[in-house]
């Protein structure tokens, strides 16, 4: 027993040594490998933040110069040069929100996103063109360290076996044995004295007792079998799951509604980082600064779609439809998307509304947006949204509105007036706009009130007495003639009309009056009798010739006036047909006649013209003719009727008038001393020539002609010889200027100018001296003139072509001014200036 009890003891202890060792250095070797992974995953991380600052400083410039030069083709071969840096696995480029170019798949999870504005420098100002996404993958990184800490544990665990086995035989063999052997050894010399055997027996080291060392190795097994258990559960339940998913996905991808699956991590990350930052109204925010709401669209991912989806957008696949998402957006897609965000800052739990998208054929679509709120980063990586198809709805809706309010516009403003009357208690149901405005009460003096409060006296009698029994009987009352009040106290003759409203009985329920306002009519039906009497009276004492025709018997038939006024005799027998009188009609004339004729049967134009007829005697008669085609339903004209009036003596006059109007024309427009063109004349002319010129990109000259010292011409040999003078000059230069576009006038006193159209300003010059030259050669005496004993004349000339922006005036203005250069540089002179325009 002693031998054993020591052995159990040193064993015990031994056990327990290496059971503390074991311990400690698996505890050190698993915070070394947790500082060693730390150091990996932040050198990883490092690793991928310095490849977005690479991307920023080599190939954002390039970016920028492509993006301004639209060469879209060069982009997409520089983005996939970015794709192949060590972990990026997606880049993109936005313009206004919408993806320009995109290389690689962009994943939902498992992402380091780096968003970073595209600008490029404009006339010295800095300006942002775009936006580029660059997407890094965690998962190469994590699959590194992963492989890292399978190298480090597995080798750390062989490790931690072999010492554990060198100091299980180390201890027992070299120590635990030895030191029982010795402590037996020592007890038997107490007991049998110093003579008893040493005895190293392998049977006294061995013992059925459990040390520290088999408690360590059945709770690993223990925990073994338990972990075995758990990962068995795992699995299970890993199984459980998958089923869940597949059934989700079979109602997912089997659902009538168009459902997307999208990614709101990275949008509730910038929500809350605004939140910190203090931000307090993010709708102002957001309409303040647009682009950053651009920036955070950019931000979803759409991660999958549903076959409804695809079948509502026409599009041919999840990845094409996810790849081109943007081209379903709509214009106003940043306002949807604005108040999305609002629902999200506000944590409301639901968002729900009305969007216009467009399918990839693009045609125009209404949907119902509805998803849950995300209320953490976790459950915003997956939000269904889903939308549904509105659009036949909404086409439905409007189509009823329009209809209703068409129907309501009828009703409201239809030409008659609609009342709805209750025939029991003849109060007022309902009553349209129009009779509103026709009788000047508002709506509310007249609904609830009785109907007999707008008939007159004698029409409420006879309503009351004949209309509401007869209506009472057979449900309808047709045309009966009646009188109604305006609020002023005016009488209305009204066309009374009723149906009736029944219920299921047959009971009538309330009347449906239409009044038609006729008094128009009836004031015509007395103003055509008053007429008829009138005309009967007018044609016994009318000097016009009345005429009837029957167009569809061609038979016509004329007044003993008419007969009369053409020369014939009342007893005299004339052909009474169309055309007898066609023949009658001027040669000259009656082309114009038979057009208006036409035109008026065809197109009810008034016929009203003045023509010349021959008389009995063959000679012709001047005549005013007039009259009016009478119409059957369909428009077609079957009578006509008219009459003649001799208006010869007006026309003699009318052509006095005219040659006399032509005779003051002429005189209004020429100088009454000279017998050339005078002011009126010059500026009618100017403002022609002008505006021709202009049409024909053609060159005009004005010479303006003063005659030097003609107030001193005057005192010395008095007006009459200056008159004479004058018109000596006027005459002469009437005789130098040869076409008869060109144009003499008198401008005013001893002014004269000559307007010169289509004539440069060479041949104006010549002209001008050939003028000066001429008036010298009359040899008009005029002692008092410095420059020549005969009168002389100074000349400003000007040549423009005229365009939009040169005023008329201004071409007598500048010559005007060459006029006063003459007179200054000594007269007897032509001076020449370019035009300006004043």
């Not at 309808?476 to 003639?481: D, L």
């Not at 010739?545 to 006024?565: C, F, R, S, T, V």
């Not at 009036?645 to 003051?664: F, G, T, Y």
């Not at 005009?700 to 000059?729: M, P, R």
């Amino acid at each position: 027993m002693g031998s054993t009890e020591t052995s159990e003891k040193f064993g015990s202890v031994s056990k327990r040594l290496i059971l503390y060792i074991v311990v400690s250095s698996s505890v050190i070797t698993l915070i070394l490998t947790f500082f060693q992974l730390n150091i990996e995953y932040q050198s990883d991380l490092s690793g991928i933040h310095n490849r977005f600052e690479q991307v920023q400083k080599i190939y954002l410039k390039s970016v920028s110069e492509v993006m301004w030069a639209s060469d879209f083709d060069k982009l997409k071969i520089i983005l996939e040069g970015l794709s192949n840096f060590a972990d990026i696995t997606y880049v993109e480029v936005r313009e206004d929100g919408k993806v320009v170019v995109a290389i690689g798949e962009s994943k939902a999870l498992d992402t380091i996103t780096q968003l970073i504005p595209i600008t490029h420098d404009y006339r010295g100002e800095t300006i942002q063109i775009g936006t580029l996404r660059v997407e890094a993958d965690l998962g190469a990184a994590y699959k590194r360290i992963l492989n890292k800490v399978i190298v480090i544990l597995g080798s750390n665990a062989i490790k931690t076996a072999i010492v554990v086995l060198l100091m299980i035989l180390i201890f027992r063999n070299l120590v635990t044995k030895p030191l029982a052997q010795i402590t037996d050894y020592i007890r038997s010399i107490k007991i049998e004295g110093p003579f008893a055997p040493l005895s190293l027996s392998r049977d006294k080291l061995s013992t059925d007792s459990r040390d520290e060392i088999d408690i360590v190795v059945d709770s690993i097994n223990e925990s073994s079998l338990q972990v075995v258990k758990f990962i068995e559960e795992i699995r299970e339940q890993g199984n459980v799951l998958k089923l869940s998913e597949r059934r989700f996905k079979q109602l997912f991808d089997n659902s009538e509604v168009s459902i997307w699956n999208e990614d709101f991590s990275e949008v509730l990350k910038t929500l809350d980082n605004l939140q910190d930052s203090g931000l307090e109204d993010l709708r102002l925010y957001l309409d303040d600064n647009e682009q950053v709401a651009w920036d955070m669209a950019a931000m979803i991912k759409v991660t999958g779609v549903n076959q409804a989806t695809l079948k509502l957008f026409g599009a041919n696949s999840e990845k094409d439809f996810i790849y081109q998402v943007d081209k379903t957006f709509s214009s106003d897609a940043i306002d949807l998307f604005k108040d999305q965000l609002c629902a999200i800052w506000d944590q409301q739990s639901i968002f729900r509304s009305e969007a216009r998208y467009k399918t990839f054929d693009g045609s125009d679509i209404t949907c119902l947006i509805s998803l849950p709120i995300p209320k953490s980063r976790d459950s915003a990586r997956n939000v269904p949204v889903s939308i549904i198809d509105i659009t036949e709805r909404k086409q439905l809706e409007l189509a009823m509105q329009q209809s209703q309010d068409k129907y309501l516009d009828l009703f409201e403003h239809a030409p008659d007036m609609y009342i709805n009357v209750n025939p029991k208690s003849t109060n007022v149901i309902q009553c349209n706009q129009t009779l509103i405005n026709i009788l000047g009460f508002r709506k509310e003096e007249i609904i609830g009130q009785t109907i007999f409060n707008l008939y007159t006296e004698e029409s409420a009698k006879y309503v009351k007495n004949n209309i509401i029994p007869m209506f009472m009987d057979k449900g309808i009352v047709s045309n009966e003639q009646l009188q109604i009040k305006k609020k002023n106290g005016d009488i209305i003759d009204v066309s009374l009309n009723m149906t009736a409203s029944r219920d299921e009985q047959g009971n009538i329920l309330n009347s449906r009056a239409i009044w038609r306002d006729i008094t128009s009519l009836i004031d015509t039906q007395k103003e055509l009798k008053d007429k008829s009497e009138k005309l009967e009276i007018a044609i016994a004492g009318t000097n016009d010739g009345l005429w009837l025709w029957d167009l569809e018997n061609n038979h016509e038939w004329h007044a003993p006036q008419w007969k009369i006024l053409l020369g014939y005799d009342d007893n005299d027998e004339i052909p009474e047909n169309y055309f007898s009188w066609e023949s009658r009609v001027h040669p000259d004339d009656k082309d114009k006649v038979l057009n208006i004729l036409k035109q008026h049967l065809e197109h009810n134009v008034a016929y009203d013209c003045e023509q010349r007829l021959r008389t009995k005697s063959n000679e012709y008669k001047w005549f005013r003719d007039r009259g009016t085609a009478i119409r059957d339903e369909s428009g077609k004209p079957i009578r006509m009727g008219g009459s003649i009036q001799d208006i010869s003596k007006l026309k003699k006059a009318e052509e006095r008038h005219d040659n006399l109007n032509k005779e003051l024309e002429i005189l209004s427009m020429q100088d009454g001393l000279t017998g050339i063109a005078n002011r009126r004349m010059f500026d009618q002319r100017l403002k022609h020539e002008w505006a021709r010129s202009l049409r024909k990109k053609q060159p005009l000259s004005l010479i303006l002609v003063d005659i030097d010292l003609f107030k001193t011409y005057n005192d010395i040999y008095g007006h009459v010889a200056g008159d004479e003078c004058l018109k000596n000059i006027a005459q002469t230069l009437s005789n130098v200027i040869k076409r008869p576009s060109d144009l003499v006038a008198r401008y005013g006193g001893e002014e004269f100018v000559l307007l010169l159209p289509e004539t440069d300003a060479i041949h104006a010059n010549y002209l001008a001296e050939e003028c000066s030259k001429k008036i010298l050669e009359q040899q008009i005496p005029h002692k008092k003139l410095n420059v020549n004993s005969y009168v002389t004349i100074s000349l400003g000339v000007c040549t423009t072509i005229p365009d939009s922006d040169k005023q008329a005036l201004s071409l007598v203005e500048s010559a005007d001014k060459a006029l006063y250069q003459a007179k200054n540089n000594g007269r007897n002179q032509v001076i020449s200036i370019e035009f300006s325009n004043h």
